[in-house]
Structures are given as structure tokens and as C-alpha cells.
């Protein structure tokens, strides 16, 4: 269990936050910039080992609230908003939630109006469906863990109606080891049962998100094609879906994606309304320091994608970047994205400009811990205080804390 008065600890703003890169910006559009005065940090006490982290309102109460897995404990973290960046664990959080929790999908899938979560449950065959009281309470689903025929587990989730806007959710996991993705068929009732398996590229180890990339009003799917054994593939896959159950190839899919593809991140980047991706590397395979760089790929609607000018973008400091995540971290209708490095006690924010390309800003996180340095870090963006710009919500695992960077700037 955490302390009850986790959200109590808060950071001087122009101590935590003042960090200044000096360096040659090696992507054309992208230029440095400075953190001072962009965010207020908060950070939260919580135990065990906070990795994948997302935001939803969970007790119908209008305000966002924060869901963190902890992977070696096996459980779920659940802190309630109140709407002005303070947040307190939810009655009974932590919960129960498999084997080493890997990725966080939200939905309703009991149809009585709260939402629920799935998660994969990292070297076993199961993913967990918990099912929320719509007051951020969580109770495994009558017959969770449900089991699938992923090899050799599932990483990540997507979640969606797959089989068509009138059906219920359903879910979509990775098979990398036999170079699929598989479907899990919702009930509306609770239940996951096992579907097809999709052809899916080489597959990865990372989580795969879902977006309608061709604008036909049916969710596709993207998944960077790196996994263990398959190195320097350097292309990502998008499968079109068909509303009925079924994904085929995009039309020139797999895409090039920069070295060793490894996390994705799904947003409007050129602001099109068609959702583009951010394309991380995984470090420690890249052979060459200089190919360690957020790729941007631009969606053209109808499910092929290619490089926004100036990308890939380089990571200054960041030699292992981990994840990646979209918004509008300062309120100017110009969307943004922040990079999370493993081994760091920093982030990257890539502020975008209105004439195009990006501001890196380098960002000392705080996280509480005796070493500063963060192993792994999540990310998650969302106006927690509706002011109209995003704030960032990071879990540091070694740390035990979950730190919000509150925006400083929008309405």
C-alpha cells in the first residue's frame, strides 16, 4: 500500500525544471530550446515499480484520474484527479493484476457503463480484464485471466470494436514469435475468446496501438517490426481493418521506420486530421549513435505513411530512448511530443512550431528516488486540469513515484 498523503509533494519550479542543451540540432526543423516555466512537478508516491501508465475518468466525476501497472509486483496503481493536479489512490488500489502487467487498455466490456482494463500479462499465455465500479474500484472479470495462443505472449493491447461499430469491444494483442497479431472477440459481457491470427510483418515486442489511419471509420493497427532474432528490419506494419473481424495489409505497408523501431506513439502531428506516428528506436541494437532518433511518419489517409521533413529527429542525452506520447503540452493548437529515455533522469520535449519542425527541450524530471535516475519511465498526455494544454504524466519505476509535470501555460 502508498501513503495516503502521496499527492503532498511538490518541487520548486525553477530548481526542477531549469535545463538548457547547448548542442548543433542534427534534424533540419528541430532547434533547442528552454524548459524554465513550462510545468509545475508533482510528484506522487506509490510504491512497487510504476511502468506503463495511461489517464481516463474512471469515477464519472468529469475529472482525469491516473492508472500505473507495476510489472514485478503484479498489480495496478489507481490515483483519482481532482481536477486542480492532485490525486489520491483510489479505495483498494493497488490491484490485483496478473503476471508482470505490460500494457494498459481501456474500454467498456461489460456494458454496464464503467470503464474497464486489459492488460497483457508479459511471459504467460493471459491477458487480465479487470472490470471497474465506476468509482475507480477494479475486480477481476468472472473468468480473467483469459487465455490466448499468442507466441510466445502478448507485449501490448489495442483496444476496439474490430467486428463493427454496433458490436461489442474487442481486443488485439501481438504474436511476434509467429509474426501475427491476434484477435480476442468481446462479448459485451465480460469475456475475451480467442479469434483469428493476422499476418503482421515481423512483429514486435512493444505495445501495438489502434487508429483509423484510412479514414473509413473502422480502427487499423500499427506495429513496429522489431522483435528478439529480428534485427535491422527497420519498417513498421499497419493493418487495415475491415470492420469485420478482419486486418489485411496496407497498401506499400511494411514502412520504413528508422533504425531498429521498437515504441510507437499514434497523433495528428500536422494537424490533417489524419493520425500520424512517432517511431522510437531501441537503443542498445542500434549500431550507429547518430541513428538514435524519434522518426515521424505523416498518415495520407488511406493507410501508407512517410517521413515529416527534417525527421528523424535526433535525442540529445538520450542514448535508450523508451516511449513516446502526443499532445499539446502548451496550449497553442500546435500538437507536441515528449520521449522517455531508459537510464536518465531526464525527458525530451519536441515542442512543435508553427511554421513547422520542432524545439527540443530537455526536461529534469524529478522522481523522488535516491538517484534521480529513472531505469524505465512511462508516459501519458491529458489536460488534468482543463486548462486547456496537456500536462505529462511519467511513472518512475526505480523511484516508486508517479511525477506530474503540471503545464503552466493555456487558458
Known amino acids: 500500500m502508498f501513503p495516503r498523503n502521496a499527492f503532498v509533494l511538490t518541487c520548486l519550479l525553477s ?5 538548457l542543451w547547448h548542442g548543433p540540432s542534427r534534424g533540419r526543423g528541430q532547434s533547442p530550446s528552454s524548459a524554465a516555466g513550462l510545468f509545475t512537478p508533482v510528484v506522487i508516491p506509490v510504491g512497487a515499480d510504476p511502468g506503463p501508465v495511461a489517464v481516463a475518468d474512471l469515477n464519472h466525476d468529469g475529472r482525469l484520474d491516473i492508472i500505473a501497472a507495476n510489472p514485478n509486483a503484479g498489480t495496478l496503481i489507481v490515483l483519482l484527479g481532482d481536477g486542480q493536479g492532485h490525486f489520491r489512490p483510489a479505495p483498494g488500489s493497488p490491484f490485483p493484476a496478473g503476471h508482470l502487467p505490460n500494457d494498459i487498455g481501456i474500454g467498456d466490456f461489460d456494458g454496464d457503463g464503467n470503464l474497464d482494463l486489459v492488460i497483457p500479462n508479459h511471459q504467460t499465455p493471459y491477458v487480465t480484464l479487470l472490470l471497474g465500479d465506476g468509482k475507480g474500484g477494479f475486480r477481476a472479470a468472472p473468468r480473467s485471466p483469459f487465455a490466448t495462443t499468442s507466441r510466445p505472449h502478448p507485449h501490448g493491447v489495442a483496444v476496439g470494436r474490430f467486428c463493427g461499430a454496433a458490436m461489442p469491444l474487442d481486443v488485439v494483442i501481438d504474436s511476434w514469435g509467429s509474426n501475427q497479431v491476434e484477435l480476442l472477440v468481446g462479448d459485451g459481457k465480460g469475456n475475451l475468446t480467442v479469434g483469428p491470427l493476422f499476418p ?4 514486435s515486442d512493444a505495445p501495438l496501438r489502434a487508429a483509423d489511419f484510412d479514414r473509413n471509420g473502422t480502427l487499423d493497427i500499427v506495429m513496429p517490426n522489431l522483435a528478439i532474432g529480428h534485427w535491422n528490419v527497420n519498417t513498421v506494419s499497419i493493418l487495415l481493418g475491415d470492420g469485420k473481424c478482419g486486418f489485411r ?7 520504413a521506420a528508422g533504425a531498429e523501431p521498437w515504441s510507437v506513439a499514434v497523433g495528428d502531428l500536422n494537424r490533417d486530421g489524419i493520425p500520424d506516428l512517432v517511431i522510437l528506436p531501441y537503443g542498445p541494437k542500434v549500431s550507429d549513435p547518430r541513428q538514435v532518433a524519434a522518426t515521424v511518419l505523416l498518415g495520407d489517409g488511406k493507410g501508407g505513411f512517410a517521413p515529416l521533413p527534417g525527421s ?3 535525442l540529445p542525452g538520450c542514448e ?3 516511449r513516446a506520447a502526443v499532445g499539446d503540452v502548451n496550449g497553442d493548437g500546435i500538437p507536441d511530443f515528449v520521449v522517455t529515455c531508459m537510464q536518465s533522469d531526464s525527458i525530451l520535449l519536441f515542442r512543435g512550431q508553427e511554421q513547422g ?8 524530471v524529478p522522481s523522488g528516488g535516491s538517484k534521480g535516475v529513472v531505469t524505465e519511465r512511462g508516459v501519458a498526455l491529458a489536460d488534468l486540469t482543463d486548462k486547456g494544454s496537456d500536462d505529462i504524466v511519467l511513472t518512475n519505476g526505480d523511484a516508486g513515484t508517479v511525477t506530474v509535470l503540471l503545464s503552466s501555460r493555456g487558458r
Open 249 to 255: 495489409p496496407a497498401p506499400g505497408s511494411p514502412f
Open 200 to 203: 503482421a510483418g515481423p512483429g
Open 312 to 314: 528523424p529527429f535526433s
Open 320 to 322: 535508450s530512448p523508451y
Open 357 to 364: 519542425g520542432f524545439q527540443v527541450v530537455p526536461i529534469k
Open 15 to 19: 530548481l526542477a525544471l531549469l535545463v
